[in-house]
């Protein structure tokens, strides 16, 4: 069974800095994988999406990579802004069709 | 703009009653789903459907049904609400995964709804 793995649960950074938020999955046999934002009391929103045959996608600051062999996606987010504090979970799509979740990260981006 | 609507924020429901959440998505996906989260236990797969008609449990389907007579609409059901039921619920939908080859814009992408806060007391 697929299980997804999200470290640290908690980071608390600067403003200004490069951060990365690490995401492994233990099933390499993976459709796609997705990483998402949610805002608190809020639902999630998608930031990037990462087909099984690539092996990043940027959009923006951000920065998503796949490496499918180690079983680990890691998102990188440049020059962080407060309005970057959220928490960010990452997802991969299998083949029965749904996605499996990470539990998150819960992102602090001090001014 | 793509959307996924569900019909209620905020619910305040009595133990034993019935609970109908609505989610309703406008980007003909074929897939929708229905998750709740709750902390420390982040998002568990309820039931998902991937055609009209068509539904599949999650892992953790007992205590809710669900409906797709319509291809935008999905209603999540609670039968007889019970105060564990309490959490957020979230729809999403998404295309196939296997549609995105060769279609443009047909990616596998997943949006989820606002979200629909139950409380059963």
């Known amino acids: 069974k697929q299980e997804v793995t999200q470290i640290p649960a908690a980071l608390s950074v600067p403003e200004g800095e490069n951060l990365v938020l690490n995401c492994s999955f233990t099933d390499s046999a993976i459709y796609n994988l997705q990483w998402f934002r949610q805002d608190p009391g809020k639902g999630l929103t998608s930031l990037l999406l990462i087909q099984s045959s690539q092996r990043e996608q940027t959009s923006g600051r951000l920065n998503a990579s796949l490496d499918k062999s180690s079983g680990r996606s890691t998102l990188y987010i440049a020059a962080s802004q407060p309005g970057d504090s959220a928490t960010y979970l990452c997802a991969v799509g299998g083949s029965q069709g749904n996605l499996i979740f990470g539990k998150g990260t819960k992102l602090s981006v001090k001014p | 703009d793509v959307k996924v609507t569900q019909s209620s924020r905020y619910l305040v429901k009595r133990t034993g009653e019935k609970v109908f959440l609505e989610c309703v998505q406008d980007?003909?996906?074929?897939?929708m789903f229905w998750y709740r989260q709750d902390p420390g236990l982040g998002l568990r797969l309820i039931y998902f459907?991937?055609?009209?008609?068509?539904?599949e449990k999650g892992d953790i389907p007992e205590g809710y049904s669900v409906s797709r007579e319509k291809k935008e609409r999905f209603s999540l059901i609670l039968e007889s609400a019970s105060t564990n039921q309490t959490s957020m619920y979230l729809c999403a939908s998404s295309h196939n995964w296997g549609l995105y080859s060769g279609l443009a814009g047909r990616t596998g992408e997943l949006f989820f709804g606002e979200g629909s806060r139950l409380t059963v007391l």
């Open positions: 980007m003909d996906h074929e897939n």
């Open positions: 459907s991937y055609d009209v008609k068509m539904k």
